[in-house]
C-alpha cells in the first residue's frame, strides 16, 4: 500500500473529493436488500382491510368467517391494540386500526395473516363491517364553518374550538400594519398550493416478529417476549418507541430493523399502520407476518405536502426594501395529525431569510378533512408559502420597475444575524447563488427580452438544516455514532442515521476514511439496527449530515488521538505531527517516515487496548427567541437556494415546457459533491413536477365515491419521466458552515423551494400571466392565458428579441 | 393455497429453470418469490414504475404484467445476470461511480432497459437514452446522473470494456 507520492494536503484528502457511495454497487447489482426482499421460515402476509367510506362509526365487526378460512392464522381489529399513537407526543390521535370511527377512504379497520396474499385477500371479503355513514368535510372553509350539529372530524382540542381544527397559530414581529400603510408599494394575493404526494417507489412495507418467553419480561414482571420488526421507515428510533407504548412491550425488548429504504421524501417518517399490525399478527400467530403496502394504499397512506390556501400583503419602498408582510393560510390537513402542529408553524416560521422583514405577521390554521392525512413531505411545510412570498416579490419587483434578482439582492439578510422572528442565522451563500443562477442563465442578456411565449424567472428560498429539538423533549444527544478500529486496518461505524438513498452511510464512512486514514474501502458501516446501534433520531428536516456527521467526527477524532499517541511514542515524536491519509501514519516533518494504518492501529491497541469511541452531537440551544413556538423552525443552520427556469409557453395549448432549471445551492460545503448535485438535480425535479404535473384530487359525489382518491396509482398520478423532465444545471456554493461537518450544511430539501415560484415567474416573463394557484397543468394555463385574452394583460411580443433568444421565434397569438 | 399449479421452463440468467408456480404468477412473482431473485423489484404491480423491468429475449419488459406462461421457453435476464464472473456490467459500475442510484430501488429495472438500449445502440445520444428510459420511473435523481452514467456506458463499452454476464 502506497500513497502514490500523493501529495498530502494540509487541507482534506478525502472529503470534497468525487466518491463511491458504500451500497451502491450493491444497488446497481440487485444485491442490495430491501424489506420486501427479505423472507422468513413460516412467514405469513398480511393484508389490512380499508374503510369504503370518508366518515362513519363503525356499528359492528364480524371477522368469524374470515378466521375460519383455511389458510387464515390470525384476524385483528381495532380494539386488539386501543391506543392512540401518532408521532408528535402532543396530538395522538391515531389507533394503528380504527376503533369506533373512520374517517377517510382507506382508513384500515382490520388485518389479516394468512399463508399467502391471495388467501389474506379473500379472508378480507369475509369480514363483515357494518358502518353507520357521517356527513363527511372534504373542504377546510366548510369544516372551519362546522358548528357541531353533525360529528366533527374529531373531538374539539379545546372547549371553544371547532373540533376540525388540529392547531392555530398567530404570531406577529415588529410593527406590521404601520409599516404596511407607510408602503411605497403593496401587493395583495391569494395563492394555492395543491397537495401532492411522495411516490417512492418502494411501497411501504413492514415484517413483524415475536419470539414468546425466552425469559423476556416486561417492567411490571408479566412474561413477555421479544418483537422485532423490519420496517422501511425513516425514523426507526421514533416507531420503536411507539411499538412498544401501543403494544405495551418494554422498550428493551423491542427492535427495530431498518433495511434499505427505496426512497421517503418524509412519506415514511412516522408509524403506519402496517406496523403495528405485522407485530400484532405475529404476536397472535407467533409467525413472522409481513404486510407489503399496494400502490393503492400508498396514495391513503399519504402524509404528503398539505394543501396550503393562502393569502399575502407584501408592503416594499421605492427603492425596493421590504417593509412588512402579512400572511394568512388554511392548511387542508385530512383525516389525521401527523406533524401537523409542526407544519402550522412552519407555514409561517420558515419565510424570515434569505430577506430582511422589517415586519411580519402570520395567521396559520390546519383543518381536518375526511381525506388521507396529510404530513411532511420534502421542505416540509415551508415550499407552499415560499412559492406564494417568491411570486409576491416577482410581483414588487414589477411594480417598482426592478430586476428581480436586484430585489433579492437589495433585500438579503447576511450572514450570522438573526432575523425577524429572531432565529440565528450563521453561514449564508445566498448572494454567490443568485450570482450563479443570474451568470450561468444569461439573466441580464435575455430576462424580459425573449420572444413572446418564452420567459425566464428566478426565486430564492432557505431550509433548516435539522431541527434543534427532538420530536420528545429531552436533553440527550441528537444524534450519536460508534466506531472501532480492528487489526486488519479496517473501521466500523455503527451509524443509527437513516439511508433513504441520500448517502448518509456513504457519508459516515467518509468522515472515518478521512479522519483515521484509510481508504474508503476500508470502512464498514453497520447500520439500521435499533440493538446495536447509537440512537439518531432519523431522515427528516434535512439533519442527517449536520447532525450525524458532527458525531461521527466527534467519534474518529477520539480514536485518531489514541492512534497518534501511540504512533507518537513509537517514533519517539509529538502525537500532533502524526498524520493519518492515504491508507498510512506518516511523520508530518518527513513524510518518507510511516507506516501503514494497520501498523499504527495494532500499536494503539497495545497501548490503550480494544479500540473504541462514541460520538455525539447536540444542538446549541441560543439560536431562537423565547416566545411560544419559537423553537420551531430554529435549526444550527441554514442552506440557501437560487433557481432560474425557463419555460416556453404554448399559448395555444397552455403546454408549459420547461426548458431548464439553474440549481444554485448553498450547502456548507460538499462532502461529495457528486451526492450534493444529485441531490440538487432530485430536488429540482421534484419541485418541477409539483409545478407542472402532480394533483392530490378526490372525487365527489357526482364522480363516484365522495373523498376516493382520484388517481391512486402511478399512472394517474403523474410524476415526471425521463421525456417531461427538464435539463437541470447545479450550480454547487460553499460559505464553510462553522458548526457544520467540515462546514457543510443540508443539501436535500432547499434545492426543491424555488423550482415552483421560478416557474411561475418565468411563466409571466413568457406570456404575462400570473399562476396563482398550482398546477400549472396545460387546462389551468389555458385558462389563465383565456382570461389573460380577455382582459388584455397577455404580455405584448417583443418584435426585436434580445441578444439570447432562441433562434425559432414561436408563433405570435392572433390578435396580438 | 389451492390455485393450480403448472411447470415453467425458461432460462434465467443463464440457468435453464424448471420451476413449478400458480397459474396466475407473474413473471416478476416467478423470480422473486419462486426462484429468490430479489433484484427485480415491485413498485406497483400494474406496469407504470418500470422497476421490475427485465430483459425477455433481448427485450425491456415489464415482468410484473408479464404472466409467467408468457416466458415459457424464453431467455430472461435480470438485474443479477447483467455482471460477469469477473466483473460488474459496465452500466453498474458507472451507476456507482456517478452517483445514479440513490435509493437505487428502480436502479435494477433502468439498467435493464439501459442494457437492452446498449445491445441495440452502442452510441446513443441523450435523447435515444431519454426515450429508452421512458418507462421506467425514478422519484430520486431527476434523471440527470442517471444519463451520465448511461453514456459514461456507452463510451467504456466502445472502449472495450468487457461486458460479461448472462446478456453477453
Known sequence: MSNNGRKIKSDWNLIGTPMRKVEGLDKSTGRALYTDDLVFPGMLHGKILRSPHPHARIVSIDTSSAEALDGVHGVVTGQDMPTTYGIIPWTPDEYPLCVDRVRYVGDGVAAVAAVDEDTALRALELIEVEYEELPAFFDPFEALEADGSTPYVHEPKKADWNGNVTKKVHLEFGEVDELMDGSDAVVEGEYFFEGSTHTAIEPHCAIGLWQAGGGFQRQDGESSGKLTVWSATQVPHYLHRELARVLEVDQAHVRVLQPLVGGAFGGKSEPFDLEFCVAKLSMITGRPVKILYTREEVFYAHRGRHPFHMKYRTGATAAGKLTSVDAEIVLDGGAYASFGLVTTYYAGQLLCAPYEMPAYRFDSTRVYTNKPACGPKRGHGSVQPRFAFEVQIDKLSERLDLDPIEFRRLNFIGSNTRTINELRVTSNGFMECLESVERESAWKDRFRKLPFGCGLGVAGSTYITGTNYPIYPNDMPQSGVQMQVDRSGRVAVFSGASEIGQGCDSMVAYIAAEELGVPLDYVRVLRGDTDFTPVDLGAYSSRVTFMVGNAAIDAARKLRGMVQEAVAEEWDVKPGEVLLAGGLALWAPDTERQMHVKEAFNLAEAKFGTLGSTGSYNTPKDVHGEYRGATIGASPAYSFTAHVAEVEVDVETGIVDVKKIWVAHDCGRALNPVLVEGQMEGSAYMGFGEALMEEQVFKDAEHGRAGLHDAPSLLDYRIPTSLDTPELQSLIVESIDPEGPYGAKEAGEGPLHPSIPAIANAIYDAVGVRMDRLPFSPPNVWRALEAAREADTLRKPILNPGAGAPTSTPELVPGD | ?168
Open chain 2, 1 to 168: 393455497m389451492s390455485a393450480a399449479t403448472e411447470i415453467v421452463r425458461l432460462t434465467v440468467n443463464g440457468d435453464r429453470q424448471e420451476v413449478g408456480v400458480p397459474t396466475h404468477f407473474t413473471l416478476l412473482e416467478t423470480l422473486r418469490y419462486a426462484l429468490g431473485l430479489t433484484g427485480s423489484k415491485q413498485g406497483c404491480d400494474k406496469g407504470d414504475c418500470g422497476a421490475c423491468t427485465v430483459i425477455l429475449d433481448g427485450e425491456p419488459t415489464l415482468s410484473c404484467i408479464t404472466p409467467v406462461w408468457e416466458a415459457e421457453g424464453r431467455t430472461v435476464t435480470t438485474v443479477e445476470g447483467l455482471a460477469s464472473r469477473e466483473a460488474p456490467h459496465p452500466l453498474q459500475d458507472a451507476f456507482d461511480l456517478n452517483g445514479a442510484a440513490q435509493c437505487g430501488f428502480c436502479t435494477p429495472g433502468i439498467l435493464c432497459s439501459a442494457a437492452a438500449l446498449l445491445e441495440r445502440t452502442g452510441d446513443p445520444t441523450r435523447e435515444q437514452i431519454k426515450e429508452a428510459l421512458a418507462g421506467n420511473l425514478c422519484r430520486c435523481t431527476g434523471y440527470t446522473k442517471i444519463y451520465d452514467a448511461v453514456e459514461a456506458a456507452a463510451a467504456a463499452m466502445q472502449n472495450g470494456a468487457s461486458v460479461g454476464g448472462a446478456s453477453g
